[in-house]
């Protein structure tokens, strides 16, 4: 219906537009995703240790800006200037750290020390002196808690929620100077040392993860696989953190590269099961197999011609083929290299089931022989179906996806000789796609994009946990 003016229809269908609209902005806020991560308390705590000696070695080369300050001793105004911030020892013994439900992370540090070595300068109406100190700070405690979030653009967001600071003790030891400048100036500079540090422990922190968050934000949430492929690892809801964990929903969708249009296929949701005893868990879904096939599908990556060169683990020649095809031998009475033209028709069938992950690939191939004067004489064509099972395993932190040829169907479309028993071509087939194309694709790696991952099927966890730099890992497969 065209509408030529104002009624009370066109305002009706109006506002059932504006209220309609919410929702679909809440779906699409709410999209399911291809990748699910779940990081656990062993993970959480793992991170912990590797954060602390990280910051204890940051620390010790970190360097601090000078500061001035002016104490009144009886009636003489002195200024001081405390420069050469150099940490010679820092110890935290005892740190945590917790999920927040809701929000994000908590970290704590308690009875935390350090020796600090500076210099000093002071200077009045009556005289100049100048020196070397060293600074101990002992029982510090700090409980900070970082909130994490999605950004507009799918980006992880960490900023600090809360911070809390408490310092025992700061004594300051002057190593050069006059006696009585330095009864004065020690007491003064442990007050002023002291307040320093109360103000300006929290700030710092809250700029370190400020300037964590930005760098976090200028991170590529599409990621290049290949010269065929990118990833999407962005993400499309926040992090859901509970008590014991904390999931990150990714986007999970594979593009040919430079065709950033998103597939035909909607993620469905699922799942992660409750599992603790891990460090890292990964959920793989069909929708995320699905675009990978389909991508590499548009890629051409799927289409595979097999020559004498490639074939390099057996003698592929018009003398092996004449064994499951005698009727060709009248055509090609010298051996000659046999090159086949494998071709994918439609992108690749996924499906995931209770112990693994099948790959149905339907096809055509194109039989040649090369003959001794490089001209190539047509044999026969014929389409394949294929039935492949996919193991992914994890090696050296890449996830290797590798094929195993569990069936094979050929049926003839066109020959140059006539065949007396087309099973026989078929066995041909299979035998070379063992032999040659399988290990070509595996060889590939197409599936090293992502780190730490390694599955079965139906969210049943892997029987052997993977080991990744101190951290275990186990994933899942999900339909």
């Not at 229809?9 to 537009?17: I, L, N, S, V, Y």
């Not at 968050?213 to 690892?233: G, P």
């Not at 097999?306 to 009475?333: G, Q, Y």
């Amino acid at each position: 219906m065209l509408l030529t003016g104002p009624s009370d229809k066109g305002e009706k269908m109006q506002k059932m537009w504006y209220s309609f609209l919410p929702c679909l902005l809440f779906l699409q806020l709410e999209a399911n995703p291809g990748l699910k991560v779940r990081i656990t308390q062993k993970g959480l705590d793992y991170g912990r240790k590797i954060g602390i000696e990280l910051l204890k070695r940051r620390l010790l080369k970190e360097t601090f800006p000078s500061w001035s300050g002016q104490e009144s001793f009886s009636i003489v105004k002195v200024n001081y200037t405390i420069s050469r911030f150099r940490v010679d020892a820092v110890d935290i013994p005892e740190t945590s750290a917790s999920f927040i439900p809701g929000t994000g992370v908590s970290l704590s540090v308690a009875h935390a020390s350090a020796i600090i070595s500076a210099d000093w300068r002071v200077k009045t109406w009556l005289l100049k002196d100048q020196g070397g100190f060293t600074l101990s700070i002992s029982e510090l405690f700090i409980a900070s808690v970082f909130k994490v979030s999605r950004d507009s653009t799918g980006h992880l967001s960490v900023l600090l929620h809360s911070c809390q600071l408490s310092i025992g003790s700061v004594k300051v030891k002057l190593n050069e100077g006059s006696s009585w400048i330095y009864s004065f100036l020690s007491g003064y500079l442990e007050k002023a040392i002291h307040s320093k540090l109360e103000e300006n422990i929290c700030l710092n922190i809250k700029y370190k993860i400020q300037m964590m968050d930005a760098q976090l934000r200028k991170q590529k949430v599409l990621s290049q696989i290949d010269a065929f492929a990118q990833i999407d690892y962005s993400l499309v809801s926040s992090p859901a953190v509970f008590k014991s964990h904390i999931n990150l929903d990714l986007k999970g969708t594979v593009y040919p590269v430079g065709n950033h249009t998103d597939p035909p296929l909607v993620p469905a949701p699922f799942g992660l099961p409750s599992k603790g005893d891990s460090m890292l868990y990964l959920g793989v879904s069909s929708y995320f197999l699905k675009t990978a096939t389909l991508a590499y599908y548009k890629a051409g990556v799927f289409n595979i011609t097999i020559s004498k060169d490639l074939a390099t683990t057996f003698n592929l020649t018009t003398a092996m083929l004449k064994d499951f095809v005698p009727e060709i031998a009248p055509r090609c009475p010298t051996a000659c290299p046999v090159l086949l033209k494998l071709m994918a028709t439609s992108p690749p069938v996924v499906s995931l089931q209770s112990d693994t992950c099948r790959l149905w690939i339907t096809g055509s191939v194109e039989v040649f022989a090369v003959l001794p004067n490089s001209t190539i004489q047509y044999i026969f064509t014929g389409n394949l179906t294929t039935s492949t099972r996919s193991n992914l395993t994890v090696i050296k932190q890449k996830l290797i996806i590798s094929l195993l040829l569990k069936r094979l169907h050929f049926s003839l479309l066109h020959s140059a000789v006539r065949f007396s028993q087309v099973s026989l071509v078929e066995n041909f087939l299979s035998y070379t796609l063992r032999r040659v194309v399988i290990p070509v694709i595996n060889g590939k790696n197409y599936g090293q994009f992502l780190s730490t991952v390694g599955g079965k099927a139906s969210l049943k966890p892997l029987k052997r946990v993977h080991s990744f730099k101190g951290c275990s890992v186990r994933s899942f497969l999900s339909v």
